[in-house]
């Protein structure tokens, strides 16, 4: 964990005011940051770093499609878009969105391709590594997990007196959280290789990690 922040609002200049404040206590660099749709969070990361690729949900982006369809067919959604999120790589990832599009089941839902397409600069990034790779950055599920536990605590606590008496229980939520994170990550060692030839001098396999938002 990074840090604690409250705010009255999210937005492009709140989430630029967290970066930046990162930035001044030294943090040179992200390699990725896998979001679930934060408002103006993408825009902010470009300012404050353009070279990082903002990786979407792909679990939220199945929901949000599954949402819409009825629910005789979510299954025959989900299993046709599957193939798209698991191709080799994006230019086959687009030919099989493509593919949908023209099909049947497309055609009854234009809008959910219509989104993939809207959201595909950040669907494809994580398509550029390999799978062990891919299953760590492909969605924020891990970070739900995290923020689960926190509200849990809140919950538990009822009313406060203060702002402040608020923020002290989520800082004692998360250290208790943090406390906890004992396992490494799998493959660890494994990913760093990868990540020292896609990001060539970007990549400091000592201090090297992927950022979750």
């Known amino acids: 964990m990074l840090g604690l922040w409250l705010g009255e609002h999210e937005g492009a200049k ?4 967290v970066l930046n404040e990162l930035k001044v206590r030294g943090l040179q660099d992200i ?6 749709g ?6 902010a990361l470009e300012t404050a770093f353009p070279q990082t690729p903002v990786q979407t ?3 939220h982006l199945i929901r949000y499609s599954l949402s819409s369809a009825s629910y005789q067919e979510r ?5 046709a878009l599957k193939p798209i999120y698991r191709a080799e ?8 969105l493509a593919e949908l599009e023209q099909s049947e089941l497309g055609q009854r839902y234009p809008h959910v391709v219509r989104s993939w397409r809207q959201n ?14 891919r299953n760590a950055i492909y969605t924020t599920n891990a970070i739900e997990s995290f923020k689960a536990t926190v509200r849990r605590a809140v919950r538990a606590r009822g009313h406060f007196t203060s702002v402040g008496a608020a923020k002290k229980l989520r ?5 208790e959280a943090c406390a906890k994170w004992s396992a490494p990550m799998n493959h660890w060692e494994l990913m760093k290789r990868e990540f020292a030839i896609h990001f060539e001098d970007r990549f400091n396999p000592s201090k090297g990690w992927l950022t979750r938002a």
């Open 171 to 175: 800082y004692l939520a998360l250290r």
């Open 75 to 79: 299954k025959a959604l989900a299993a």
């Open 120 to 133: 595909w600069p950040s669907v494809i990034p994580f398509l550029a590594f390999s799978p062990m790779i």
């Open 57 to 59: 949900c792909i679990v």
């Open 31 to 36: 390699l990725g940051a896998v979001v679930d």
């Open 38 to 43: 934060l408002k103006g969070f993408p825009e």
């Open 14 to 17: 709140f989430w630029l005011n």
């Open 89 to 96: 790589n994006a230019g086959r990832a687009e030919s099989l």
